[in-house]
């Protein structure tokens, strides 16, 4: 490359890559990554094929467990320091075991309602990221 000359293509890679959804936001939104309109989800927490809008393909994102370890992890930090302040506190047994029962509805539910965005949100950092499979080689004498 000469000194003082653009290099159009990098500056129009650079564009493209600016002008595509961000990847949090697609996510948090569970929408596409790709155009940020289409949904992602055809059930709770199974992929579409494909994106209605652009026909970005879904069928190689794999999020495995890494969404569920991070909301229960996220979930844990928030909620696990009430159930060892609540057995302490100087209040009526029934009064506990209530505190203690709604503590386990509120854990479930905010695991449920994160899990799908948690979800989106790797599987879109995926796409952006374009992760592949990891691949060993073998010896190769």
Known sequence: MLKGRVDVSRANRHLSAMSKVSPISA????????????????????????????????????????????VGFIVLIFFAPFGFIIPMADQPLWWKILLMFILVIVTI???????????????????????????LKGDED
């Open 109 to 135: 539910v905010a695991s449920l309602i994160l899990l799908p965005k948690a979800k989106s949100l790797m599987m879109a950092l995926q796409v952006a990221n374009q992760a592949k499979q990891a691949e």
């Open 27 to 70: 996510g948090l939104s569970e929408r596409c990554p790709n155009c940020g309109q289409g949904r992602v989800f055809r059930g709770y927490l199974k992929f579409k094929n494909r994106c209605e809008a652009c026909g970005q393909d879904f069928t190689q994102s794999d999020t495995a467990d890494g969404p569920a370890f991070f």
